[in-house]
């Protein structure tokens, strides 16, 4: 992706996470990036990575050829109508990475044959472990190719329906928060029965990791692998039972719910 010319429109928490990304042992190189920003300034800690720093959406559009738009969706109609004369078909990829934007709302507000992307990754694409789920429209297969090999360095990516989109927003960005809260709570309780802070936290994250990578690596069941740590008569079936009368599994998927009613709105 080093001859790539890539501009980050709106380069907040998620667009900085991407950022971070790319530029992650070398992948992108800073010199073919543009993120722009209104307060400039709150991005002065990049000016000695080459990447360019500018307020001019317009410019970091003609200067690049694959557009991520990272604004809030109240800004991205705005953002969107000030760019789209500058948007070249043959030329451009346009990616927005906005929540709740259909594509067919994109193409609507652009009135021009741009191929159009949505792209939900995470936070986590700053270390370069986001799940990025891509749709698409009027894309051929190497346009496709380029934005998957862009979003892999930041992780994995798999293409979805777009009306699973609001789905993978909830189950992988929002997501994030929930199993961040769940590790925050295992802190708590290590720090209670005898941990120091610094101790228990590194503990329960290379737990958390470890439990991530067995089952990516073994494709199994979550409960096939708890089945193997839940002894008869054992402290952790007795402290599994406990979380579930005190509704465990129930709050989480109630509040994945919650969160999706709320983006469906």
Request: some cysteine; charged content about 20%; overall charge negative.
């Amino acid at each position: 992706m080093n001859d790539k010319k890539i501009a980050i429109i709106g380069c907040g928490n998620i667009g900085m996470s991407l950022l971070k990304g790319f530029l992650k042992d070398g992948s992108v190189a800073g010199e073919n990036i543009t993120v722009t920003k209104r307060n400039i300034g709150e991005l002065s800690h990049l000016s000695t990575s080459g990447v360019h720093l500018t307020t001019d959406n317009i410019k970091a559009v003609q200067d690049s050829e694959l557009i991520i738009i990272a604004v809030k969706p109240y800004n991205f109609s705005e953002i969107l109508s000030e760019i789209k004369d500058y948007l070249q078909p043959g030329r451009h990829l346009l990616v927005s990475i906005t929540a709740g934007v259909t594509i067919a709302q994109i193409s609507e507000l652009l009135s021009k044959k741009v191929p159009v992307f949505r792209v939900m990754p995470n936070i986590s694409a700053s270390v370069g472990k986001s799940v990025s789920c891509i749709s698409h429209s009027g894309a051929v297969n190497s346009d496709i190719e380029s934005v998957r090999r862009l979003f892999d360095i930041t992780g994995t990516t798999m293409i979805i329906d777009e009306e699973l989109m609001q789905s993978a927003t909830i189950l992988g960005a929002c997501g994030i928060a929930y199993v961040l809260r769940f590790i925050r709570a295992m802190i708590q309780g290590g720090i209670q029965i005898g941990f120091d802070a610094r101790t228990a936290s590194e503990i329960v994250n290379q737990t958390v990791k470890g439990a991530a990578e067995l089952l990516i690596e073994s494709k199994e069941h979550p409960e096939y692998e708890i089945d193997k740590v839940t002894t008869p008569k054992g402290c952790t079936i007795v402290g599994l039972n406990e979380m579930e009368h005190n509704g465990f599994s129930s709050s989480l998927i109630k509040g994945i719910v919650a969160s999706y009613e709320k983006i469906e709105k």
